[in-house]
Nanobody, 120 residues
Framework: QVQVVESGGGLVQPGGSLRLSCAAS????????MGWYRQAPGKQRELVAD???????NYAVSVKGRFTISRTNAKNTVYLQMNNLKPEDTAVYYC??????????????WGQGTQVTVSS
């Protein structure tokens, strides 16, 4: 089994910054991609940013230029640096990891989520 744990959420004023961290652990053979998603109250979960094992990144239009995703392959860890935060960034942020277990069975695992609140 693969576990995913996020950390780093909190309350920040508009224009401020936060850094989220996510670590995947367990019976991991390889990780194909890791990503951050978010879900605001009354809305569907949406992709924020993801990154492949080769370093290719993909961002939602709403966060381009403000958020940066990065990854430490050796530690199966992904980060989301969020700058110039806006009230509309308020949501529960979830980390996802996808890849293969040591049994070569594919996995697609989610963390429990971390709350980000942007408010003055």
């Amino acid at each position: 089994q693969v576990q995913v744990v996020e950390s780093g959420g909190g309350l920040v004023q508009p224009g401020g910054s936060l850094r989220l961290s996510c670590a995947a652990s367990g019976s991991i053979f390889s990780i194909v991609a890791m990503g951050w998603y978010r879900q605001a109250p009354g809305k569907q979960r949406e992709l924020v940013a993801d990154i492949t094992s080769g370093g290719s990144t993909n961002y939602a239009v709403s966060v381009k230029g403000r958020f940066t995703i990065s990854r430490t392959n050796a530690k199966n860890t992904v980060y989301l640096q969020m700058n110039n935060l806006k009230p509309e960034d308020t949501a529960v942020y979830y980390c996802n990891a996808a890849g293969y277990e040591t049994t070569l069975k594919r996995f697609d695992s989610w963390g429990q989520g971390t709350q980000v609140t942007v408010s003055s």
